[in-house]
């Protein structure tokens, strides 16, 4: 298994809502892909964000970052090449990164789902 795949099934295997992914090669010299996805309360999103990365550590990838650890409606977690962003369903539509990176090809994940 690749680590997009690693990743969007263990959003998916807890429930995480329109995760999708975004190959970011051609805009950013540091990392290669963006995934994001929809926790619909705190509670998940943290569960969402322990089973990345038990699955990841699994796999033998270790997490170099996560930001927005506690009370935060918007989790990032860095693994150098690939950006995994938790929202919050309110935040995210607030921050609306897809179209923020419309332009960036999206990556099909639903062959993991």
């Keep these: 298994m690749d680590k997009i795949e690693i990743i969007v099934r263990a959003l998916s295997d807890k429930q995480a809502k329109n995760i999708v992914a975004i190959d970011m090669r051609d805009a950013s010299p540091i990392f290669d892909t963006f995934i994001l996805c929809t926790g619909s309360n705190e509670r998940l999103m943290q569960a969402l964000r322990d089973n990345v990365e038990e699955e990841m550590e699994k796999a033998g990838c270790t997490v170099k970052r996560i930001e927005g650890l506690r009370d935060s409606k918007w989790i990032l ?13 309110n935040e995210r539509g607030a921050y ?16 993991y789902l």
């Excluded at 609306?96 to 062959?111: F, Q, S, Y």
């Design 96 to 111: 609306n990164l897809e179209k923020l990176w419309g332009d960036m090809p999206r990556i099909g994940v639903e062959k």
């Design 77 to 89: 977690m860095d693994y150098g090449d690939i950006v995994v962003h938790i929202f919050e369903e």
